[in-house]
C-alpha cells in the first residue's frame, strides 16, 4: 500500500454546509503540501454544497472552449476480471 495515502476528517451526524466547508478547508490543508495537488472535485447537488463550499476550492484552471458530450448509446461497458474492473469507451463512429 506504499502509494495509498490516507486522508482523515471529522465526521458529524448533522450535515449542513457549514460542515461541508469545513471538511473542504481540512482536505486542502492535508494535500497542500503536495507537488500535485488534487485536480477533481466530485459531489452531487445536494443542498449542502452552497457557495461558501466552492468559495473553499481553489480557483479553477482555464476554461474548455469547447465540451464535449456522449450520448449514452455511444458507451460500451465491458466487464473484466470477474466483474471487478469496468472500462468505457467511445464506439467508434
Given at each position: ?34 507537488n500535485e ?46 466483474g ?10
Amino acid at each position: 500500500m506504499a502509494t495509498r495515502e490516507r486522508i482523515v476528517s471529522s465526521s458529524t451526524a448533522h450535515l449542513n454546509s457549514a460542515w461541508a466547508a469545513e471538511q473542504t478547508e481540512e482536505f486542502l490543508e492535508q494535500t497542500s503540501f503536495r507537488n500535485e495537488k488534487p485536480a477533481i472535485v466530485i459531489h452531487d447537488r445536494d443542498t449542502k454544497f452552497t457557495q461558501e463550499f466552492i468559495d473553499k476550492l481553489p480557483p479553477l484552471g482555464p476554461m474548455l472552449e469547447e465540451v464535449i458530450t456522449v450520448e449514452r448509446d455511444e458507451i460500451v461497458v465491458r466487464s473484466c476480471v470477474g466483474g471487478l474492473v469496468r472500462s468505457f469507451e467511445r464506439q467508434a463512429a
